[in-house]
């Protein structure tokens, strides 16, 4: 397993795994998150990061960070692949 870099190619399954996610557990998306998987790559230019544990080029599991401010950030999304 690798950890990498936001990468663009990697962008539909990190959706696909938080939609998942967030619908299982809460029942539906709500509109930040829907603006979010909209607004990743602005998201990306102001500072915020996706992680994602890669194998054989499959994501495994992502991780998106944000600055709340200077000293403070937060984990705002965080998926796994449910079929792996």
Known sequence: ???????PRYRDAFI??????????????E???????AHIDDEIREGGMIYFAIEED???AACMTKPMN??????CKLCSNKHR
Do not use: A, C, K, R
């Open 1 to 7: 397993m690798e950890i990498v870099q936001y990468d």
């Open 16 to 29: 696909e795994y938080n939609t998942d996610w967030i619908e299982e557990y809460f029942g539906h998306l």
């Open 31 to 37: 509109e930040e998150d829907y603006e979010t998987f």
């Open 58 to 60: 499959t994501v495994l």
């Open 70 to 75: 200077v000293t403070t950030w937060e984990i």
